[in-house]
């Protein structure tokens, strides 16, 4: 399949002028519109074809984009006003200005799946003059400039999309960023720098963002030199480790960004067994998170006790308790688990756990947790694993499908409330059962009283009194743990040697427009593919030989969906524990 894959993705290529370069990812793109764009692609590519009010730095900080200043409040914290750049032009060479952000804002409130980053916070928009933006808000809220730093709200050209008010325009863009888009499929973009940018104009000529369906295209394409940068988005753990192996050699360069992305667990917490706040406590002393961490991406993923990830304020102390076996066990017991039913046999809680089965790490979650809670409460738990496609996932996680399943999340915006409120919002609730809203479509099903007054503080409050409302709301969601989590994400880039060292903005995107070649390197001018797939130059192109053989050759997981042949990571064993 591999030798395959690097023709394939030849031949897909057009001819590329010196200075652009091959991008490439799992992920494929069904619309460029920012009204339906969901995804990682899509955030990715709107962030070079399009501005926002602000943006986060690698540092996190907030910087003024096309606004010149952070909002000013008046009437109460319920009047914002923006002063907006006035150099800022539209790539069809109309003029951004503040009645062109409120048609935007609008459009966006009428439209987007995202609409929830304003529908609960903005009341109204208007010009409160040539560019100056005003916006009522529903109730104080001190954290609006992050929420407007969402790459969802990045203005379009009035001009361009008067037709497309109300509905979407799914192939073309027309925006205010430092790139233009010149063609447009699911599987490739191709951007070319915009002349009239107003701000620094990008270090290349011109980008192809291509999309490649499985780990195996990306990891031979990048070895062959048919792309020139590769997002570690969808790629599997064992070719990330490679690739970062190789990169400590010097043969290929590697960038890091800031860790926006969690992945956690959801425990629906209001049906049996997991309606039992002991059991669900047990599993959260039951998760080995380093070892996990450690035999699931060989540590390129950080272990998480926190739902907000660093280095959000919040994210420290950590609320969910570190692995211990021997409190695990005393809480099974208590819930009438683990206790002996004759020579050899004992009262084992038989519990569902669900992945995404499209997403290679959550199958090896999946059977390394199995292992592990196999090895330390073999007596008191078994998990019965299943596979399931992510899109299936989320369409049934509302109903209340999975008793246990892992997921992640990236927050809209860099705050804490980004990761809060879509986790643990309820509108309606009985109780500490979520009816309808945010924990229900989660598939946790968990609040509890007086919650949602709580997250709703979030949005007034600043400074010191906020962090540490947030770590009250953490405490008291790790106390009763409709949710566990487990690690955060770290974005990574790998590139060709001749190209500087990928970097990464404060959402953890690749920073595109900053892709740009070595000074001092011997590599080629260009980037990409010559007419037919031929490599324009690249210095000891290396043959693509697939990725490095998985750490440990196991047995096959009981109780698993996953084809017998595929081994479960092996667990070392733990002096005292009966398997």
Not at 59 to 77: K, Y
Not at 321 to 341: E, M, S, T, V
Not at 369 to 374: D, E, I
Request: with cysteine; proline share 9%.
């Amino acid at each position: 399949m591999l030798a395959l894959a690097v023709p394939l993705l030849a031949g897909c290529q057009p001819p590329h002028p010196a200075g652009e370069l091959v991008v490439a990812s799992r992920s494929s793109l069904e619309s460029v519109d920012p009204v339906d764009v969901t995804t990682f692609a899509g955030t990715q590519l709107l962030s070079a074809l399009g501005d926002p009010l602000y943006a986060s730095d690698a540092s996190g900080r907030l910087q003024p984009r096309l606004a010149t200043a952070l909002p000013r409040f008046s009437g109460g914290g319920l009047v914002a006003r923006i002063s907006l750049r006035q150099d800022v032009r539209f790539q069809d060479g109309s003029r951004f200005d503040a009645a062109a952000m409120v048609f935007s804002l609008q459009r966006f409130l009428a439209l987007a799946k995202v609409s929830y980053l304003l529908d609960g916070r903005v009341a109204s928009v208007a010009a409160s003059g040539p560019f100056e933006l005003e916006l009522r808000l529903k109730r104080p809220c001190a954290s609006l400039a992050a929420v407007l730093s969402s790459i969802n709200l990045t203005p379009v050209s009035p001009r361009a999309y008067r037709a497309h008010g109300r509905r979407s325009l799914r192939d073309r863009f027309v925006g205010t960023g430092p790139y233009r888009l010149a063609a447009f499929t699911p599987q490739q973009q191709r951007l070319l720098p915009f002349a009239g940018y107003w701000g620094a104009p990008p270090s290349n000529r011109g980008l192809s963002l291509v999309t490649l369906s499985n780990s195996t295209a990306l990891f031979g394409a990048l070895l062959s030199g048919e792309v020139d940068v590769l997002l570690s988005s969808g790629l599997d753990s064992d070719q990330q480790k490679d690739l970062h192996r190789r990169a400590g050699r010097g043969s290929l360069v590697e960038g890091i960004g800031p860790a926006v992305e969690i992945g956690y667990l959801t425990l629906r917490s209001d049906q049996p067994p997991l309606a039992n706040p002991d059991l669900r406590r047990a599993l959260a002393y039951g998760l080995d998170r380093r070892l996990i961490n450690e035999r699931v991406s060989y540590g390129m993923r950080d272990p998480l006790r926190s739902l907000v990830p660093a280095p959000l304020p919040g994210s420290e102390p950590p609320s969910w308790p570190a692995y211990d076996p021997a409190r695990a066990r005393a809480l099974f017991r208590k819930a009438g688990y683990c206790q002996a039913q004759g020579p050899g046999r004992s009262r084992r809680l038989s519990l569902p756990l669900s992945f995404r089965s499209n997403v290679p790490a959550d199958r090896l979650f999946a059977l390394t947790w199995q292992a592990q809670l196999q090895r330390d409460l073999g007596d008191c738990i078994s998990l019965e694993i299943t596979g399931i496609e992510s899109t299936t996932a989320y369409r049934q996680l509302g109903a209340g499908a999975f008793p246990l399943i892992l997921l992640d999340w990236s927050g809209d915006y860099p705050d804490a409330n980004a990761y809060l409120q879509p986790l643990l919002g309820c509108g309606r609730a009985q109780g500490n059962r979520c009816l309808a809203g945010d924990s229900a479509a989660s598939g946790s099903f968990w609040t509890a009283p007086g919650l949602e007054a709580e997250l709703a503080a979030l949005e007034s409050e600043r400074g010191q009194a906020r962090q540490q409302r947030v770590t009250r709301i953490q405490e008291r969601v790790a106390a009763a743990s409709p949710y566990l989590p487990v690690w955060r994400v770290p974005p990574r880039a790998w590139a060709q040697p001749w190209l500087a060292t990928p970097q990464f903005d404060g959402s953890g995107r690749l920073v595109l427009q900053a892709l740009h070649r070595r000074p001092q390197a011997g590599g080629p001018q260009a980037g990409g593919l010559q007419a037919g797939g031929a490599q324009t130059g690249r210095p000891g192109a290396v043959a693509a030989r697939g990725a490095s053989a998985p750490a440990a050759s196991l047995p096959p997981a009981q109780g698993s969906t996953a084809p017998a042949a595929d081994p479960r990571p092996q667990v070392p064993a733990r002096s005292g524990v009966t398997p």
